[in-house]
């Protein structure tokens, strides 16, 4: 295997040529996590990869099948309502980090924190679904721009201590509701060497080719950890060796697949880019500027064969969605007429006229 040719097999592994037919909650499940701040572009993340439509994935959401909740790095992320709790348990405390010293700011030290966490479980419980502002108001924190940021880390400190998650929508508003109330707790729990290894195993089997440092940057963990992980569980996986460099994957991974043309309008934060450290793979570095920014901000994506050739926009209009599209290099109209096609998927998605600007 060469560098170029690990973005294919990355395109079998994070399943984009849809070989088997899945629901969205196992799309979900097979990465682990799916990141999830954006929640119509994760949405398409999942719908990508399945045949489902925007409502079909919504309603998973809304029926706590698949989970949307702060877990692994201090973002949003969907999860399968399978593995909430046991990576909650493996995660939580080392994104706990980031929110209790941006409480500690506002005057929340553990105690106060876990007194918010109390009130907050009086007003959600019996299935009683609030938005942020709703809790906020309850808890009388008033509205403003510096609020906002304590708001914020009072329902992510109640998300890693598994009191809360998404509940359902509010129209277009994103509501909390109590956990255990969607989700029952299971009766055993994971050590961390177990859930580690689980995250681990997961991770390579739905990503790879990938390096331990790629492992790192999205699980969050430190080099170190992971490395000793990777030893533990190297058995059950298989790796090959470029340049140097150790690539992991699972062991039904077959380098045998046969390759084929393809085109993928991708989503912004989509697992082909963010999910690893580097993203030579996927791009040319004199590309990634455009793609994605250095604070972390992903653009939507045009992937041709495994590589990024462009990006793109879409306007949610009244009666249609415009899209709106930016190559790299300079295109043929009668190339873009065959990348154009593939914008189907994502109108069979929406149940909406697409407009190509």
Known sequence: ??????????????????????????????????????????KWAVGSRCDASEKEIEE??????????HILRPTWHFVSSEDIYWMLDLSAPQVKRFTASAAKKFGYDAKKLDQT???IEKLLAGNNHLTRDEIMQELNIKKTSVADFLSAALMMNAELDGLVCNGKMKGKQITYALLEER???????LTKE????????????????????D????????PTICSKIINAIKLQLNSIEIDGQIYWFGTDCSFENDFRESV?????FDKILISYKTREASMQPEHQSKAFTNNGIFKPIILENGKVIGIWKRTVKKDHV?????????????????LFDEIKAFEKYLGTKIVIE
């Open 1 to 42: 295997m060469t560098h170029s040719e690990i973005s294919h097999h990355r395109l079998v592994a994070q399943k984009l040529y849809k070989t088997n037919s899945c629901t969205p909650q196992e799309v979900v499940r097979h990465f682990g996590a799916m990141q999830a701040q954006d929640y119509a572009m994760a």
């Open 60 to 69: 998973a959401v809304n029926s706590a099948k698949i989970i949307r909740t």
């Open 117 to 119: 966490n109390s009130k």
């Open 183 to 189: 989700v029952a707790r299971p009766k055993t729990k």
């Open 194 to 213: 177990e859930g580690l290894a689980k995250l681990a195993k997961r991770y390579f089997e739905s990503h790879g080719p990938a390096t331990i440092t």
């Open 215 to 222: 492992f790192s940057w999205w699980s969050g963990f430190p």
């Open 264 to 268: 993928h309008f991708l989503p912004a």
């Open 322 to 338: 415009k899209v709106e599209t930016h190559f790299f290099n300079a295109i043929e109209n009668s190339k873009k007429e065959i």
